[in-house]
DNA sequence: CGATAATTGAAAAACGATTTTCTTTATATG
DNA sequence: CATATAAAGAAAATCGTTTTTCAATTATCG
């Protein structure tokens, strides 16, 4: 036999302390005052029965859950967990639960999940777009997620990583800027042979990353060389193989920019491989300074991934404050760390060789 | 002048299609049947005015929100996001949205959420405790969790990693046959002089591997030397203290085992700062195999980690479709990877894809 | 001391679905 | 053809809160 035990509710807090159910409520919320005396019997009731409020209740009343989602590409790829607990972190403390989804870089993930997650009355979404704002075909999402509604009411969204229109809130990172540093960092060390193994240029960080190429070359008045840029995809395989074509075309470099560190270990593999020394022969820096290139003693640009998630979600719970609050746009700059791969002896011996 | 639209609900359905409330619930849920030109009909409308069911009044009603809660150490650690994305990915598939939690390896805080969780009317949890299941004084706790009840009825709950206690659902590692798996390959390389640095004595899994350790050194009939095992802490500098412990001793050890990969690590890093080659010296062997393990082309014994989610999912699944299934044990054992710190040469191909 | 204002408590109406109960209509059967 | 049975639609209760409305009590001040 099933024993149904009701759940408490506040009907039941309002028996014990022989009050009315709005007084208890009242006292709950702090939404009128009340005799001290009062609250004392009240909270005293709440104490004894163990109650716990109904959230989802409240949220059906109320309007508001509580509860935010983050959609991301993919929750393993090193990028977003420190992203992703920053934003959690600092939710959790606020009173929000944070409901995490993964697009698998998928367009078409990403519209489904923004699709379904109307049904779910969440307060406000983070979303790291795979979008490609270039593409015509997407202007019409971008435009339902500029103004997307839920509930009859908008509901915030902002953007992280990739700044989808001037419209929305966002924080992104300056990979103009980003790129530059890392230029200027390989040209302080005398390098003036530097080729850029790029991010995919269907992105618009990718074409960023590039622009900041150009321009280092431009401010450094070096002549451009079409055979010194090729377009990886963010694998290191990718990096392997674009280092291997430069390599072989005769050019002769002395420094290697890449537009993410996993393209620059494939680079750096690939150079190696070809005897090779780093950072003597050539100095190779990285971008994102992602865990494993501290551990390989990768130069790199560090992106400050939990001061990301950190803005973002301040941007978020402003919007949610005041929904009419005017675009806001944070803009991060990444810095550079400076290790064996373009400095040798930066830091004790722990490079690839040795393995 | 703000347009305090109204959401469309499934009133609005009904008024469309000219039928009642209760006919639309009927149809989008298929609890009674209708005619195909009803039906077709009541469609129609909700395609035409977008209509979304609202979750949260579902929910309200039915007692189910089809969310899970995941309650994890740190979404960071490396080896909870491959967990993590496993689960979401499966739970996206079933109809779940899965809210994350993190802990800190704080009790307290780990309380404190379960706590909250409670009104939150989620339809299960994951976790993975970091309670001392030794320490008498989380006994009531646990006593809590195994009868963990969230709106008057009980709640599912399946642990991972950490087996709480023999009457809750849980997925874990087979730690002593881990252990035993990479005594064995560095005892089949002919090494015989083998220590251990210890993952933490407090948690469970900390037993389990040492008690792994000392099995394997009983089968083979190896002596016991109390100078061969140490405690770390989980973290590299850790295991490269213990190895500098180890290495000053006078010992003479042939192979290592680490607790986990972050220990190995560091451990590697203390023998090679001493001169001493890898494999050729001392071989050494980690634990977890994370994706650095990979990049240093390290050996380790990998854990099935994609594999320990879906099993946790399914365990939360089976039990959420039937609350008095029998209690169910899932036992994953590791597998060993061998790569260039315990056998020479071994240069696999390209590891990094996954990153 | 009496009128006005300020507190406080109780009852009832939402919030947006599901689900039971009750009619009504269509179908089959003797 | 009448009756039993099945099918389909409508009305109303419910889930656990919040919040408005209104009534009752107490405090304030000329």
């Known amino acids: 036999m099933e024993k149904e035990m009701k759940p408490i509710g506040i009907k ?15 006292v709950l919320n702090g939404t009128k005052p ?49 992203l992703l607990q920053s934003i959690q972190g600092d939710a959790d403390r606020l009173g929000y639960t944070v409901t995490v989804f993964a697009t698998g870089g998928e ?16 307060d406000g979404i983070i979303l790291s777009s795979c979008a490609d704002t270039a593409d015509p ?62 991010a995919p240029f269907a992105y618009n960080t990718g074409k960023l990353r590039k622009e900041g190429y150009l321009a280092s070359l431009k401010k450094y008045n070096l002549p451009f060389n079409s055979r010194l ?13 674009c280092m291997k074509t430069i390599l072989a ?12 560190d ?17 950072p003597e022969d050539i100095a190779v820096i990285g971008y994102d300074d992602n865990f494993p290139a501290s551990l390989i003693q ?19 719970m402003r919007r949610i404050e005041n929904p009419n609050a005017s675009r806001m746009l944070i803009r991060l700059n990444g810095d550079l760390v400076v290790r064996n791969s373009t400095v040798a002896g930066t830091k004790s011996t722990w490079d690839l060789e040795n393995w």
């Open 34 to 82: 009340v005799s001290d005396s009062l609250r004392k019997r009240v909270m005293d009731a709440v104490e004894e029965l163990h109650y716990e409020v109904n959230m989802v209740a409240k949220g059906l009343k109320s309007g508001r859950t509580h509860n935010i989602a983050v959609v991301v590409n993919s929750l393993t790829s090193i990028f977003f967990p420190p």
């Open 107 to 122: 367009l078409n993930k990403e519209q489904e999940l923004i699709q379904m997650l109307k049904s779910l009355w969440i």
């Open 262 to 278: 996993q393209m620059a270990i494939g680079a750096m593999r690939a150079a190696m491989d070809k005897g090779l020394k780093i």
């Open 137 to 198: 075909a997407n202007v019409s999402y971008l435009e339902e997620l500029t103004d997307l509604k839920i509930n009859g009411h908008p509901i915030p969204l902002i953007c992280i990583e990739s700044e989808l229109n001037t419209r929305l809130d966002a924080v992104i990172v300056d990979d103009v800027d980003g790129i530059f540093t890392a230029f200027n960092h390989l040209y302080d060390i005398g390098r003036r042979h530097i080729a850029y193994i790029a």
């Open 298 to 316: 990768m130069s790199s640009i560090n992106i400050p991934k939990e001061e990301m998630g950190k803005m973002a979600l301040e941007l978020l």
């Open 12 to 26: 039941d807090v309002a028996k014990t302390a022989g009050v009315s159910i709005s007084t208890v409520s009242h």
């Open 249 to 260: 075309s005769g050019e002769m470099i002395d420094g290697l920019i890449a537009g993410n």
């Open 229 to 241: 840029i090729l377009e990886g995809d963010y694998t290191p395989v990718s990096g392997y193989e």
